[in-house]
Each structure stands twice: as structure tokens, then as C-alpha cells.
T-cell receptor
């Protein structure tokens, strides 16, 4: 249980274009999803917290106009990288809290990740 | 000071040995602690979580927590080549707050 599906798994785009990444909770409802980014040999860095039906909460230093997050339903959150540039090339991973985890603990389940390469 | 610190490794152990992975955290108010395993090019998968001082065992894995020292460790007994991966320590301040990850320790189990 608690499966998160993410796609595309990899995408190559030209500089200046926009890319949308989808994250779906398959067997549970996720009112909150978390979007992480991971550069090679670096830690997962939280970009934003996506809340169903309301605006996402962005971490310091993350441009909200560049990384558009939409959480329109209890099972779907999307991240759109607008006007992508080579420095946006990274591994983007979504996650959601496991609903059967212990109360008060953010046990996360992750999507498979999306590797973005901007040429 | 980084919030969650790990030695990036690589840590090399022979097959069948015990691998010991360590992690320290800076926020004394942290309440939940996690170990995730990440294979190259893949997303993390949960191994264990712990929130009480002491040891927690699950099969070949034992997590140890010492809140006074702000220290978490993961022991892997009878290490197998399939355990070769990067192990991420993660900390949650409590409730449904964000989870902060360390850089991860790369483990290599030598056959």
C-alpha cells in the first residue's frame, strides 16, 4: 500500500521550454505532498510542500514563479518547471506521508523520481 | 552547521560483516528519525524509523537513537552485496513538519 506514481521518469527538453511532472497517490489520498530535488552526490532538498486545494509552501530560495505547483485533487500534484535552463537539470522526486504511519511522524513514501535534462 | 550530518563515504565492508552508519542532527527538538536506502538513479525507500531512545531491530537492521547526544545510527548485520547503496538519514521535527535529509553515506559491500 501507499504507492506514489510519478512520471515522466525522465525528460529531455530545450532551454526555455516548460516541463510538467505529475505525482499521483494510487491507493490513498494525500492532502499533502512534498517535492524534493537532488543534484548529483548531494542530499535531497525540499523545494515545496503541496497542499490540496491551497497554495504550495515554498522553501527559502526556491522561486515559486519558476516551479509551479498545483495540487488540484487528493491524489494528484504537479510540478511545472517553467522556462527551464540547464542549471535546472536535476532529479525531482515527489513524496507523500504514509497514511498508516505512526501518528505525528512524517513517514514518507516516494515516487520513482523524474530526471530532467535541459539542453 | 548542517541540520543532518553524515559521512558521505564510501564505507566499504566485506560481505557478511556488520556495517555501521552514523548520523548527527542539530535540532534538539527533533522527534522522529528515519533511515532510507537509495540505489543509484532511484528514489529513496524507507528502511526503518525510530523515535524512542534505544535500539530498534528489524531483521538484519538495527537503528539506534541517542537523543542526548543527538545521534542516530544504523547497523546492518551480515552485509550483502545487494546492500550496496546510499543510506540517507532523515529527521522530522515532529508532527507533520518537513523531513530533512542528510547527504547520505555510500555503502559498498565487497563480495
Amino acid at each position: 500500500g501507499a504507492v506514489v506514481s510519478q512520471h515522466p521518469s525522465w525528460v529531455i527538453c530545450k532551454s526555455g521550454t516548460s516541463v510538467k511532472i505529475e505525482c499521483r497517490s494510487l491507493d490513498f489520498q494525500a492532502t499533502t505532498m512534498f517535492w524534493y530535488r537532488q543534484f548529483p552526490k548531494q542530499s535531497l532538498m525540499l523545494m515545496a510542500t503541496s497542499n490540496e486545494g491551497s497554495k504550495a509552501t515554498y522553501e527559502q530560495g526556491v522561486e515559486k514563479d519558476k516551479f509551479l505547483i498545483n495540487h488540484a485533487s487528493l491524489t494528484l500534484s504537479t510540478l511545472t518547471v517553467t522556462s527551464a535552463h540547464p542549471e535546472d537539470s536535476s532529479f525531482y522526486i515527489c513524496s507523500a506521508r504514509v497514511p498508516t504511519g505512526p501518528s505525528g511522524a512524517n513517514v514518507l513514501t516516494f515516487g520513482a523520481g523524474s530526471r530532467l535534462t535541459v539542453l | 552547521q548542517k541540520e543532518v550530518e553524515q559521512n558521505s563515504g564510501p564505507l566499504s565492508v566485506p560481505e557478511g560483516a556488520i556495517a555501521s552508519l552514523n548520523c548527527t542532527y542539530s535540532d534538539r527538538g527533533s522527534q522522529s528519525f528515519f533511515w532510507y536506502r537509495q540505489y543509484s538513479g532511484k528514489s529513496p525507500e524507507l528502511i526503518m524509523f525510530i523515535y524512542s531512545n534505544g535500539d530498534k531491530e528489524d531483521g538484519r537492521f538495527t537503528a539506534q537513537l541517542n537523543k542526548a547526544s543527538q545521534y542516530v545510527s544504523l547497523l546492518i548485520r551480515d552485509s550483502q552485496p545487494s546492500d550496496s547503496a546510499t543510506y540517507l538519514c532523515a529527521v522530522n521535527q515532529g508532527g507533520y513538519q518537513k523531513v530533512t535529509f542528510g547527504i547520505g553515506t555510500k555503502l559498498q559491500v565487497i563480495p
